[in-house]
């Protein structure tokens, strides 16, 4: 036994090695934050629907029970997989469904015959044939064309759906004043569908997440008011439909909700995107023209790359005013050779309008008095620290602040890009932006701030922190920009506008709980936090951790009780 799963786990390891590549086959393996796949195993089986759910499910009713239309295209599906798809929709424990399958090769005798079968045995399974097979785009209109429900959801012509997948999705409806767009968390399914694998746990709605990844993908429920078009899959975009549509119904609807259960399992082998992502590279280059198309109905403008691995993008926004004035707050404890390397790293900057407020938190020796006053003599503003707190200080010093956007720095941050500070400043000036952070790390590339995520008995934790600064992290989520929770106020940028209007920091609590505090206050305004990986900065300290006292932990769980039960921000 011990010989064979040795076996599969190598297998599996040089199929993921060839399509992926070395580097990332170490980052898979090594990297801490991946779930350990014996343990998912075991939470599946856990987790999954009994038997007694499922006979209390089938015989409740809702307020409001909508049709739920499922689209399937199918091309020469294999027998097995498509007798596994059709089951897993007939087992529903909710009733109001039809499968609506688009069949687009009716000379494949053993698909045919099986989808003659179950149409017999179920008027809910509706065919249509596509002889011509139009493509994927268009073949999925065909079926959208013979169906009638109020909700659309898309199914894979190979995948499976968990029994109580329709039943979680029209509770939500209920329960989330009708929600327009729904989607669930996912897992991988073997051949034989005995594994299941690769959990992808999802946050709730995350725009710039959605845009450098299609993390929504499946299960994916959409109201059927929000398309107007009668074809509303896209053949320009074959390949990544589902990312356009994705895109266009969130562009619409009022009410996105997250299902945080896993209600979808997505088929892996070697023909599937699921486990060989180049066999279909054309649907990478359809996912960056629907980006683009996105970004310009939205009215914003930015440069879209590709990054290394396939189907994530980051966008480089483009300023709105690249002179607008950006006062930094710099906090220095008077190490000279430190605070000299963050001055020079903004003073190379491809920025010039620039405002340098130096915060001396230190005691002063007389070589630290000589170089702020050198400083004051290149036009960079010395203040002494209020009350030992850099916060409070911050609350102090508004008036001298003269920029509508504020940096807030420390010491030990040096930039490593010359157009990061207008990264920083051209996300902040994006629409309900209110706050930005970066990445950073120490000198050994491990991770020191890649944001700040809610829970645990600390209140709060700093993500990723000492991952290699080569992975990525869980789902790639180190590496792609998003909204989170909070970021650390060594490296924040944010309006001077919203600084008055919350009225600035909490002076009582340290720095990290002071930018978390602040960050969610802003997020009560209906502002966004923003974390932005490809500003990437080095922190010249030595590792050290910021004292954390006890009674600012109890504090914050009191002030954010509603904020930390849910876990707002990231989904864990």
């Not at 008011?225 to 899959?233: A, D, N, R, T, V």
């Not at 930015?302 to 300023?319: A, C, H, P, T, V």
């Not at 909070?486 to 940028?493: F, G, Q």
């Amino acid at each position: 036994m011990k010989h064979r799963e040795l076996y599969k786990k190598v297998k599996k390891t040089m199929v993921y090695t060839k399509f992926y590549g070395i580097k990332n086959m170490i980052h898979r393996n090594f990297d801490k934050y991946q779930v350990n796949e014996q343990w998912y195993s075991t939470w599946f089986e856990q987790n999954k629907v009994t038997q007694e759910e499922i006979k209390i499910q089938k015989q409740q009713r809702f307020v409001y029970e909508p049709v739920i239309s499922i689209l399937v295209p199918v091309y020469n599906t294999p027998q097995k997989y498509l007798q596994q798809m059709i089951e897993s929709v007939c087992e529903q424990t909710y009733d109001k469904w039809e499968l609506c399958i688009a069949n687009a090769n009716p000379e494949n005798l053993e698909v045919q015959i099986i989808l003659d079968e179950y149409k017999k045995k179920d008027s809910r399974i509706k065919v249509v044939d596509v002889p011509e097979n139009l493509g994927i785009a268009q073949n999925t209109n065909k079926a959208y064309e013979i169906s009638t429900g109020q909700y659309i959801a898309l199914l894979d012509h190979d995948d499976m759906l968990a029994t109580n997948a329709l039943y979680e999705v029209v509770r939500t409806i209920n329960e989330k004043n009708k929600s327009e767009v729904i989607y669930t968390d996912e897992d991988k399914i073997s051949e034989n569908s005995n594994e299941h694998f690769q959990p992808n746990f999802k946050p709730e709605f995350n725009l710039d997440l959605l845009r450098a990844n299609n993390y929504i993908c499946h299960l994916f429920v959409f109201k059927r008011s929000l398309i107007k078009e009668s074809e509303p899959f896209r053949e320009e975009y074959n390949g990544a439909q589902d990312y356009d549509l994705i895109l266009r119904c969130t562009e619409q609807a009022e009410n996105i909700a997250h299902i945080s259960k896993i209600l979808y399992h997505w088929r892996m082998h070697r023909q599937s995107t699921a486990d060989n992502p180049a066999s279909k590279l054309y649907a990478y280059d359809a996912g960056e023209r629907a980006l683009q198309a996105h970004l310009k109905r939205c009215g914003e403008v930015g440069r879209i790359e590709k990054l290394d691995d396939l189907g994530f993008y980051k966008i480089i926004y483009e300023s709105k005013d690249n002179k607008d004035l950006v006062t930094t707050v710099i906090k220095s404890d008077g190490e000279i050779n430190y605070l000299k390397k963050c001055i020079n790293s903004l003073k190379e900057m491809d920025y010039e309008n620039l405002q340098i407020i130096v915060v001396d938190m230190g005691n002063q020796s007389s070589k630290v008095e000589k170089y702020y006053q050198f400083l004051e003599g290149q036009g960079i503003q010395v203040v002494k620290g209020q009350k030992d707190s850099f916060p409070a200080t911050i609350n102090i010093i508004k008036k001298q602040i003269k920029g509508e956007y504020i940096l807030l720095l420390s010491q030990y941050i040096e930039f490593q890009g010359k157009k990061d500070l207008e990264q920083l400043l051209a996300n902040c000036q994006r629409e309900k932006i209110g706050v930005v952070g970066a990445r950073s790390y120490y000198r050994n590339h491990t991770i020191r701030h890649a944001g700040i995520g809610i829970g645990g008995e600390k209140f709060s934790y700093r993500l990723f922190e000492g991952l290699p600064n080569m992975c990525k992290g869980y789902m790639h989520r180190e590496a792609l920009q998003q909204e989170l929770s909070a970021v650390s106020m060594e490296c924040m940028m944010l309006r001077k506008s919203l600084l008055e209007q919350i009225d600035g920091f909490d002076d009582k609590l340290g720095d990290e709980f002071a930018a978390i505090d602040f960050c969610l206050r802003v997020k009560e305004k209906q502002y966004r936090v923003l974390y932005v990986p490809t500003v990437v900065m080095r922190y010249n300290a030595s590792y050290d951790k910021e004292r954390i006292e006890a009674k600012n932990i109890t504090i914050m769980m009191q002030r954010w009780k509603n904020v930390y039960e849910n876990q707002y921000g990231y989904s864990s």
